[in-house]
C-alpha cells in the first residue's frame, strides 16, 4: 500500500515529470498471476496528495482526490494496441469522452461541460495508453454520475515496475469514486478479453446516475423499475451489480442485517 509517510521512494517515469514520490517498498507479484486480465488494481485510496497537485493546473486548490494505483500488463499475444479501436467501443457506454479536454506533453486530463471536443485523448504508446484512458473513464464516470462541473486528474507511470501507474482524480463522493474505479477497470478488462460490452453496462451508469439523488431507492426496487421502464428482476440484477462494483454497501442494502448485527455485540 502507498503511504506519504513511508521513507522509500520510487520516480515516475521522465517522460510524465521528474518528481518523486515517498511511498513504501510493494513486491512485484508473479505475473501469472495477471493471466487472461489487462490489469488489476493495487490499492485505492483518498487525500489532497499536495505533492502531486501541482502537475496539474486545472486541479482545484485542497480538492479531495482518489488515488488509484494500477498494474498493466499487455498480453504477449497483443502486439500492439488497437487504441482508437478501444475508444470507439468505450464511447458507446460513456459518449462524453469526446467532450475532454487532454493536455500535450503531460498526460493529464479534465472534463468540463463545453463544446470544445476537437481533440479528446493523447496517446503515448503501449500500455500507458491504457492506464491513461482509465484516468479518462474514471473522469467521466464520476462527472456524469456525482455532477461535477469540472473533475481533472493526472496518470503518473513509475519507472520501476514499469507496468504501474498511480491514477489522481478529483472526486466529489468516495463511493461513485469507487465504482468509477472497478467499473472502468473490468470494461477494459472485459475489452480486451474480445467480448463485447452489453448495453446492460450503459443501464449500470443510469442506475448509478439515479441511486445519486436517493440512495435509500435500492430498497425499493419496484420504484426503480417504474421510473426507469425495466423489469423488477432487471432492476435486481443491476443493483446487485453495483455492491459488486462497490458503488453500494452490504448494510444499505440489508438495512435489518447490520441492526441485528449491533444488538448481537
Ligand atoms: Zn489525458
Known amino acids: 500500500m502507498i503511504n506519504s509517510e513511508s521513507q522509500d521512494k520510487v520516480a515516475y517515469k521522465n517522460f510524465f515529470f521528474q518528481k518523486s514520490v515517498k511511498r513504501k517498498k510493494t513486491a512485484d507479484k508473479d505475473k501469472n498471476s495477471y493471466l487472461g486480465r489487462i490489469m488489476r488494481i493495487v490499492?485505492?485510496?483518498?487525500?489532497?496528495?499536495?505533492?502531486?497537485?501541482y502537475l496539474n493546473p486545472r486541479f482545484k486548490p485542497r480538492s479531495l482526490k482518489l488515488k488509484l494505483v494500477l498494474d498493466v500488463f499487455l498480453p504477449?499475444?497483443?502486439?500492439?494496441?488497437?487504441?482508437?479501436?478501444?475508444?470507439?467501443?468505450?464511447?458507446?457506454?460513456?459518449p462524453t469522452l469526446d467532450k475532454h479536454k487532454c493536455c500535450v506533453g503531460l498526460l493529464y486530463g479534465s472534463f468540463s461541460y463545453s463544446n470544445e471536443s476537437d481533440a479528446?485523448?493523447?496517446?503515448?504508446?503501449?500500455?500507458t495508453d491504457i492506464a491513461h484512458l482509465i484516468e479518462h473513464m474514471i473522469i467521466d464516470l464520476e462527472a456524469s454520475i456525482s455532477h461535477m462541473p469540472t473533475c481533472s486528474g493526472i496518470t503518473c507511470g513509475y519507472k520501476r515496475p514499469e507496468v504501474r501507474f498511480d491514477l489522481f482524480i478529483e472526486c466529489k463522493d468516495r463511493s461513485v469514486a469507487r465504482f468509477a474505479s472497478n467499473f472502468s477497470v473490468f470494461l477494459m478488462n472485459h475489452l480486451f478479453s474480445g467480448k463485447s460490452l452489453s448495453p446492460r453496462y450503459f443501464d449500470l451508469v443510469s442506475l448509478a446516475k439515479y441511486l445519486y439523488k436517493d440512495r435509500s431507492l435500492i430498497l425499493c426496487p419496484e420504484k426503480i423499475a417504474s421510473d426507469l421502464g425495466w423489469k423488477v428482476s432487471y432492476t435486481r440484477k443491476r443493483i446487485k451489480e453495483l455492491l459488486n462494483f462497490k458503488y453500494l454497501t452490504k448494510d444499505e442494502l440489508n438495512p435489518?442485517?447490520?441492526?441485528?448485527?449491533?444488538k448481537n455485540e
Open 43 to 53: 490499492n485505492i485510496s483518498f487525500g489532497r496528495f499536495p505533492e502531486i497537485s
Open 76 to 94: 504477449k499475444e497483443k502486439k500492439s494496441i488497437s487504441f482508437p479501436q478501444i475508444y470507439g467501443k468505450l464511447k458507446k457506454i460513456l
Open 120 to 127: 479528446p485523448i493523447k496517446q503515448v504508446g503501449g500500455v
Open 256 to 262: 435489518s442485517d447490520s441492526v441485528k448485527e449491533a
